[in-house]
């Protein structure tokens, strides 16, 4: 092999780096010691990253004729870009140039000068032998499928497609209930402006639903998920409607005649009736009904038929089968929302044991026009307009016991449902609140507005819900015990109604959508973005996006953004066309692979996969993220990884070590 | 340098939370002790435990293996791996004469730059304490032999 001729070069960062290391003494060090390994030019300068540093790199690789060059300045995280792109422009392969750091791990942790120089020529050195064994790299380029999957049809998954289907791309929309609309369309009123729900979001609804652009899968499921970035694959299984969607016409006949009336757990929160066949609500997106064949009597018992009978057009399809349709995708988001926390799980609140205790989602459709009682806010024997309601929050969140983060929404929410109390029914509301978390734009006047209005607001977390009355005045009522801290008092105040302000969890299937997408989640089971706050709707896997609360609690405009933000993302991708991948992967040598497939479990992206008639295993570029693990697994060292070989980091071991200089000490003169 | 043994220690990090605790340490100027010498690899999962026996074969008196908190890996799971062979690897670095105490596993997250630097110091020292290691490879097979030799006879 020919000996590669390499640059050193040493920065000084002012007086960061050359403060605790000689840096004149290491590039004479390089320049000497080092000679042996190839190094031609070892220079110090004063800021490496500055346009005339970078002109030292570029000059010196077409005078001295450089291979390799070698920068110790800072951290990689920061620089080791310019330092390649300087490469780059100098003529010379990005890939062969390495930045070694001599500050962060070097000059700023010590404050002795003398050990200082003695780790940074340790690190100088190791840079030089791995060098030498950098190969000329092109990064991967992977053309892009602008079809866009959305997963989750509420107000995130709704923002999301109409923003990438109305910048001219394909959006295949999946979503699980038959109505798209989500959480939101049981909502009656949002905070804190108190507009109508349904009106602001039905006619993007309608939109999504009409969208020459977008095709919607209602009642279904996306089932298998393969591929990488620009080219995934998906699978999507529509349920049985057991209606004709092209003969339906949306009349609703059939849901009039249906004589089987069940409760409906979804969209009414177990409040209200739906039939066996059914819309969730009238505005329903699509418009098509489906049968609930379990609670069909058709179904149950082989007679009925009533909806068949009297459809006009003879869309009702009883044999109809899930079908399951393949489509090939670019990108995916993924808003899949959230699940009301079960408040049966804190005994002492007394769901489901109390009658007048409710959930928020339930007082959502009890305050709702279009609701179970029309919007009348009675008790739970649908008559008795209830005199005193108290509203607990924090149920279920910020609480060790069962979910120890802020659900975000609840605190706006339980002054949404004291003013609506209060206005349709004159009720004394009384709010039990640990801390009033109203952080977000008009939302602390509402706040104060609520205060205006006169609702009690007791800063306490409430110990028991119960109907045992120990005080005059407290019979028949429910009574709700609590320390108001900020007097230091007990307080026992009976009231005809509680609303339990329940937490947002993940959704209960969390774990099997990480899995199916590849994507990882949070200990609760949100979703994990990339980024925290520089990157939150990007996941680790690429092509993958999130939105809403499927990512954490959060309210209607959050979701709102989050949604056209990892659209934008999405569009920004499609319009370049191809995907750019940084080329560090792992590569199997097909005449070493032995076959014995350890590596093919190693891989989380399933980028390894095994040749049966060849009898080896090999590695998709596309989806391998170049972890290495594989590399390390390979009993028959037949795995190699760009830019990290083997050879590379035993070389830097051995550079590190100062080896290479010690082996030429005891040469025999 | 002073008269103390000086132990050489090899750092292992992986690009994303362990290497980025060490770039936040100094970044905080936090100080530890300067005694440790970084490889960056892609993730914890790359490394090879024969890194670790070079290492050792190589002069090094520690080897400290660090990685993304189980959970956070940027790769999903594989410095669970990471752990898998270092449990295996620190039993048999006994049986070739090898102190447990010289091979660290730390797991840090871009953040922790206090505790990767708190945990580099103490490591140092404990290695310190070990004294050099000074370990030859070629006697240590010839002594492993020796050791299973009787056995195999047995067998």
């Given at each position: 092999m020919e000996k590669e001729r390499i640059g050193v070069y040493i920065c000084h960062c002012g007086s960061n780096i050359a403060g605790t290391v000689d840096v004149a003494e290491v590039s004479r060090w390089a320049g000497e010691a080092l000679k042996d390994r190839g190094v031609v030019v070892s220079r110090d300068y004063k800021f490496m990253c500055s346009s005339l540093g970078q002109e030292l790199i570029q000059k010196d690789i077409k005078e001295q004729g450089l291979t390799r060059v070698v920068v110790a300045a800072c951290s990689p995280h920061l620089h080791e870009q310019t330092f390649r792109n300087a490469c780059k422009e100098g003529?010379?392969?990005?890939?062969l140039c390495e930045l070694v750091s001599i500050r962060e791990q070097c000059s700023w942790i010590h404050p002795d000068k003398a050990v200082g120089t003695e780790k940074a020529k340790a690190i100088v050195s190791g840079g030089v032998e791995k060098v030498i064994w950098d190969e000329p790299l092109e990064p991967l380029r992977v053309p892009i499928n602008p079809v866009t999957l959305v997963v989750g049809g509420g107000i995130a998954g709704i923002q999301a497609a109409l923003e990438v289907a109305n910048a001219g791309y394909p959006v295949i929309m999946v979503e699980r209930e038959p109505s798209i609309g989500g959480h939101m369309a049981q909502f009656d009123k949002t905070f804190p402006t108190l507009d109508c729900s349904a009106c602001i979001l039905t006619p993007r609804m309608v939109e999504v639903g009409s969208h020459p652009n977008v095709k919607l899968f209602s009642y279904a499921e996306v089932a298998n998920v393969s591929g990488y970035v620009g080219n995934f694959q998906v699978t999507i299984k529509q349920k049985?409607?057991?209606?004709?969607t092209d003969l339906c016409t949306g009349c609703g006949i059939c849901q009039e005649k249906c004589p089987k009336k069940v409760i409906d757990p979804v969209f009414e929160a177990g409040l209200g009736y739906r039939k066996a066949v059914y819309t969730p609500f009238p505005q329903a997106v699509p418009k098509y009904p489906v049968i609930d064949r379990e609670n069909c009597t058709y179904f149950l018992k082989g007679t009925c038929k009533a909806c068949e009978k009297f459809c006009p057009t003879g869309?009702?399809?009883?044999n109809q089968e899930d079908e399951y349709f393949t489509f090939d995708v670019g990108q995916i988001i993924l808003a899949t929302g959230w699940d009301l926390f079960d408040a049966r799980r804190i005994p002492q609140y007394g769901y489901g044991r109390l009658a007048n205790v409710f959930t928020s989602l339930e007082f959502e459709r009890l305050s709702n026009a279009a609701g179970p009682t029309g919007g009348k806010i009675v008790l739970r024997d649908g008559v008795t307009v209830p005199k005193s309601v108290a509203i607990i929050h924090c149920v279920g969140s910020r609480d060790k016991n069962y979910n120890p983060y802020c659900s975000a929404i609840c605190c706006m929410q339980s002054l949404k449902f004291a003013h609506l109390v209060h206005e349709r029914t004159g009720a004394e509301v009384y709010n039990f609140y640990i801390d009033m978390r109203t952080p977000a734009k008009g939302y602390e006047e509402f706040y104060q507005r609520l205060l205006e209005e006169g609702t009690h607001f007791i800063r306490g977390k409430v110990a028991e819900i119960t109907d045992a009355a120990r005080y005059p005045g407290e019979e028949g009522k429910l009574i709700v015990q609590a320390e108001n801290t900020l007097i230091g008092k007990q307080m026992r105040v009976p009231v005809d109604m509680v609303i339990l302000s329940a937490a947002l969890e993940p959704r209960h299937d969390f774990k099997e959508v990480a899995r199916l997408f590849g994507i990882s989640c949070s200990e609760e089971g949100w979703l994990i973005e990339r980024h925290p706050k520089l990157d939150p709707v990007a996941t680790m896997t690429e092509g993958i996006y999130i939105a809403g609360c499927a990512q954490g609690p959060k309210d209607i405009p959050a979701s709102v953004a989050q949604g056209a933000a990892a659209a934008a993302r999405v569009v920004g991708k499609i319009q370049q066309k191809e995907i750019t991948m940084e080329p560090i992967r792992a590569s199997i040598d097909q005449d070493k692979?032995?076959?014995?497939?350890?590596?093919n479990n190693m891989c989380p992206f399933n980028a390894i996969s095994f040749i049966e008639d060849r009898m080896v295993s090999e590695v998709n570029p596309a989806l391998c993220q170049g972890c290495g693990t594989c590399v390390a697994a390979c009993p028959a060292g037949a795995i190699s990884g760009t830019v990290f070989s083997d050879q590379a980091i035993l070389a830097q071991l051995d550079g590190l070590l100062l080896n290479n200089v010690k082996a030429i000490d005891l040469t025999p003169a | 340098m002073s008269e103390q043994f000086e132990p050489v220690i090899i750092g292992f990090t992986c690009n994303w939370c362990s290497y980025r605790a060490a770039d936040m340490a100094g970044m905080g100027r936090i100080k530890y002790a300067p005694n440790i010498r970084l490889i960056r690899l892609m993730c914890s999962g790359r490394l090879d435990p024969t890194f670790i026996i070079k290492a050792f074969a190589g002069g090094a008196d520690g080897v400290l293996v660090s990685g993304c908190h189980p959970g956070d890996c940027h790769y999903i799971e594989q410095n669970y791996k990471a752990m898998r062979r270092f449990y295996l690897l620190r039993r048999l670095l006994a049986q070739m004469g090898i102190e447990p105490g010289r091979l660290k596993l730390l797991w840090a997250s871009a953040a922790e730059g206090q505790i990767f630097a708190d945990e580099v110091t103490k490591f140092t020292e404990e290695v310190r304490a070990l004294g050099p290691l000074n370990w030859n490879p070629t006697a240590a097979l010839e002594a492993e032999q020796i050791i299973h030799e009787p056995a195999e006879v047995a067998a």
């Open positions: 003529g010379l392969n990005p890939y049985a409607r057991s209606v004709n869309a009702i399809d009883f692979c032995s076959g014995c497939r350890i590596c | -």
